[in-house]
C-alpha cells in the first residue's frame, strides 16, 4: 500500500466512524452542555481530567471555555486537573497516581460544579476515582468514552451523562472526541451569549 493510500485511509475511517456517530451522539451532547452550562449559570466551573491525549482534550476544553470558542464574549469558568505538575507529582509520590484527579476534585470541587471526565477506554482508574469524588461533592459528570464504557460508564448515575463514541480504536475515539468538545463548547456559547437555549 502506498504512503499516500494509508494515509486517505484514516481519513475516510475518521470521516465514517464521525458520520455513524452524529446521530447517536447529538442527544447526548446536547444533555451534557446543559449540565455545564447550568452549572456555569449558577457560577459554578467545569473541572476536566483525563490521561494522554485525553489530558490533552481535557486542556483543550478548558483554554476554550477560560479564553473564547468561536465568539466574543467573557471567560468562562474551567480548570484542567492535568495541568498542574507539582500538585500531580506530589499526589502521585506521596499517595496514588490513581488519586492525582481524585484529591483535586475533592479539594476544588463544589456541588455547583461539574466533572468532564474523558477516557477513550472508559476504565482509566484515576478518571474513575475523580467521578467517585465528584460524586462525593453532589456534582454533575459529563463522560467521555468508547468501546462499552467501561467501569467510568457504569459509575455514573441518572443525573450524568455518558457521550460514549461507538468505536473500538482510540484514534477514532479521540478524534470524535475532539468534535464533540467543539459541539460542547459551541453549544454552551449559544446558551449563555447567543439566541439558542439548551
Do not use: W
Request: glycine share 8%; hydrophobic share 45%.
Amino acid at each position: 500500500m502506498l504512503v499516500t493510500d494509508r494515509i486517505l485511509a484514516h481519513f475516510t475511517d475518521s470521516i465514517a466512524v464521525a458520520q455513524r456517530a452524529a446521530p447517536e451522539l447529538a442527544p447526548r451532547i446536547a444533555a451534557g452542555a446543559k449540565i455545564m452550562t447550568v452549572a456555569l449559570r449558577g457560577n459554578g466551573k467545569v473541572l476536566s481530567c483525563g490521561n494522554g491525549g485525553s489530558a490533552g482534550d481535557a486542556q483543550h476544553f478548558s483554554a476554550e471555555l477560560l479564553n473564547r470558542f468561536e465568539m466574543e464574549r467573557p471567560g468562562l469558568a474551567a480548570m484542567a486537573l492535568t495541568t498542574d505538575s507539582s500538585t500531580l507529582t506530589a499526589i502521585a509520590n506521596d499517595y496514588a497516581y490513581d488519586q492525582i484527579f481524585s484529591k483535586q476534585v475533592t479539594a476544588l470541587g463544589n456541588p455547583a460544579d461539574c466533572l468532564l471526565a474523558i477516557s477513550t477506554s472508559g476504565n482509566s482508574p484515576n478518571v474513575l476515582a475523580a467521578v467517585h469524588a465528584a460524586h462525593a461533592r453532589g456534582m454533575k459528570v459529563v463522560a467521555l468514552t468508547g468501546r462499552d464504557g467501561g467501569t467510568i460508564g457504569g459509575a455514573l448515575t441518572d443525573d450524568d451523562v455518558e457521550i460514549r463514541v461507538p468505536d473500538q480504536r482510540t484514534a477514532r475515539i479521540q478524534e470524535v472526541h475532539l468534535v464533540v468538545i467543539h459541539c460542547l463548547c459551541d453549544t454552551i456559547d449559544q446558551a449563555l451569549f447567543g439566541d439558542q437555549e439548551t
